[in-house]
């Protein structure tokens, strides 16, 4: 357990309303509004409720569970906030704008480092500190919603940050609901995406929570020998049963799957390569998203060249597989996809 207090964002509508026990039933929709649509940082903002319930909140929960160290803003206008919790673990959050009007997407992390150590990511180089909580997960979004203004509503998360969300996975089932439910959150289980390495009891288990959220599965390689030099837990972990996993996601969710797939020069990236993602994927419901490859002080590979990529995404679209390359976001800042190393300061 930890021995800081849990966010008021880490317990359900229902515990929330058990703890207002002999307060009238407006209460809770006073605190949920106040905490989830309004600007506040602090339970003393809430001035709709009485002193002493202010009093009483602010001693058994925290309001933000994570605190800003610092903030870095990309050319390209993305945003990253080096986070800390209430422990001292540090962990960062991204702001992406998007091609939608205002708009901003929040990737978000799961976990303070990550256990997983794929040889081509920043993440996996710093190991894990811990598992965050709901409230953590859910306060990054939060942090951003209350500071953003008109102009970055941030109305989309994504579980891309630092971390493996399917190794957190009761966390990340409470931030999950928290994030779509309509009275907190509420955005809608369109607008959240988990991404996975690839553990297929945990994506069993993200469609039987009944939520059809998106779901994105790291690939990196269409045959086991390559991945295993790339995912490390792809040695007890097979292509077959993660394609089984998938298409039962599918299935049940009755959502299509996204693959994602680092463009590594010389490692992955060849044509033959290409018929084989093809032959992988085609007849699923899913889409392949190439991401061209974000370097970081100590990286083992280089990126495939950008026409390289354009190459390959041809020879998968021409084999029947819908297709797209990944627009980076937030390089200059070490915010995009596997640069997140938090300083090296996850705890
Ligand atoms: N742990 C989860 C989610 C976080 S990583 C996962 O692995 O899916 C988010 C995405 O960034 C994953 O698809 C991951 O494979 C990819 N990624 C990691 N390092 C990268 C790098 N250096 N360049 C480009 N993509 C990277
Ligand atoms: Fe962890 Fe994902 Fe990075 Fe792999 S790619 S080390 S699972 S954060």
Redesign the pocket.
Known sequence: MLAIPPSITDISVEELRSELDLEPRYRLDQIQHAVYSTNSTSFDDILTLPVGTREALAKKFSYEAVAPLRTETSLDGTKKVLLRTGDGSVIETVQMPTERHKATTICLSSQAG?A?G?T????GDIGLTRNLTSGEIIDQFLYFRRRSGDEQVPDRAV???????LANLAAVEGAVRGLVEPGRVGLGARRVTV???GLPSGIRALADWGLSIGL?I?L?AAVDEIRQCLVPVARRILLEELMDASTYYQRIAGRRVTY?Y?MLEGVNDSRVQAKEVVHLLRGQRCHLNL??????PG?RYRGTAPDRIRDFRDVVGLGGVSVTIRRTRGRDISG????LHAGGLTN
């Open positions: 990550c997983m794929c081509f990511c920043a993440t579980f891309m940050g630092m971390g493996e969300p991404s996975t390495v994105a790291s990196h994602e680092t991401i061209p490859f974000n370097s970081y990286a995009a996809c596997g640069q």
